[in-house]
């Protein structure tokens, strides 16, 4: 369950931070509050998920799904570059975020 947890703080982490973009700079209110209420859920989540798995394991697996997630949206809906540099750099993340499971 604690993984569960986990996953679903990860995705509303990669929400929080594509939220940024839409605030423009926090000047519209609602994707402010949508981004703001992501923000507290995914570290509540996290927060819970610890309580069960290590540390260290629990937060490199949060923001590698946030990382992950942030940069595949960043591509998809903002058209930045999907180099074969960046897409070998989002591998190994996942890479690692798998071992840090398995190992734990």
């Given at each position: 369950?604690?993984?569960?947890?986990?996953?679903?703080?990860?995705?509303?982490?990669?929400?929080?931070?594509?939220?940024?973009k839409y605030t423009d700079g926090?000047?519209?209110?609602?994707?402010?509050?949508?981004?703001?209420?992501?923000?507290?859920?995914?570290?509540?989540?996290?927060?819970?998920?610890?309580?069960?798995?290590?540390?260290?394991?629990?937060?490199?697996?949060?923001?590698?799904?946030?990382?992950?997630?942030?940069?595949?949206?960043?591509?998809?809906?903002?058209?930045?570059?999907?180099?074969?540099?960046?897409?070998?750099?989002?591998?190994?993340?996942?890479?690692?975020i798998a071992g840090l499971k398995?190992?734990?």
């Amino acid at each position: 369950m604690a993984w569960l947890i986990l996953l679903l703080a990860g995705i509303l982490e990669i929400g929080w931070a594509i939220g940024l973009k839409y605030t423009d700079g926090f000047t519209r209110l609602t994707p402010t509050i949508l981004t703001v209420g992501s923000m507290i859920v995914s570290i509540a989540l996290l927060g819970l998920a610890v309580r069960t798995l290590p540390l260290g394991t629990a937060y490199a697996v949060w923001t590698g799904i946030g990382t992950v997630g942030t940069v595949i949206l960043g591509i998809v809906l903002f058209a930045e570059p999907a180099t074969f540099v960046r897409l070998g750099c989002i591998t190994l993340i996942v890479a690692g975020i798998a071992g840090l499971k398995l190992s734990a």
